[in-house]
């Protein structure tokens, strides 16, 4: 854990103290609690993926652009798909478990920036985004996996 002493500014101090917090929960649980794709969107919503040792937090926007181009691609509406384009699953009942892990990662991987019209940031954090997403599920593919929104 990060010392702060009297030389230090105390701001810089605290902050790093909060980012090293964030990787270690208080009893052990949480492993890593992964932010960078919702850190700016504080009190807007957040999407969680859990695998009940880890979490990846994204902010909703970015999520529900992915899953939007997904759509687009006419992908069989199955899996997270079909919840996104029911409006159901996390929407509705959070935590939701992720039933198809592979399915999912499959979606994912189907994922093509090219065939969106977003802004040049958007393009520059959207494919990684899906990687990390995509890492997370193959990392967890033996532990249960859930959505959570807020």
């Known amino acids: 854990m990060v010392q702060c002493n009297f030389s230090q500014k105390s ?3 605290h902050s790093r ?5 964030r990787k270690r929960s208080l009893e052990g649980l949480i492993k890593l609690i992964n932010t960078k794709f919702y850190d700016g969107f504080e009190g807007e919503p957040e999407l969680i993926l ?5 979490k990846l937090i994204i902010w909703n926007g970015y999520f529900e652009t992915i899953l939007d181009s997904l ?7 199955e899996g997270i798909i ?3 384009f029911n409006h159901e699953g996390w929407y509705d009942d959070s935590p939701w478990v992720i039933q198809d892990l592979d399915l999912t990662i499959d979606q994912m991987k189907s994922f093509d920036i090219n065939t969106l019209d977003v802004s040049e940031d958007m393009k520059n954090v959207l494919p ?3 990687k990390e ?3 997370f599920l193959e990392n967890a593919k033996n532990k249960t996996v859930v ?3 807020d």
């Open 133 to 135: 997403i995509i890492q």
């Open 50 to 54: 859990s695998d009940g040792e880890n």
């Open 17 to 21: 103290t909060i980012k090293n917090l």
């Open 82 to 84: 079909k919840e996104y």
């Open 71 to 77: 759509l687009d691609k006419n992908i069989e509406k």
């Open 128 to 130: 990684d985004i899906v």
């Open 147 to 149: 959505i959570e929104y």
């Open 11 to 13: 701001r810089d101090c």
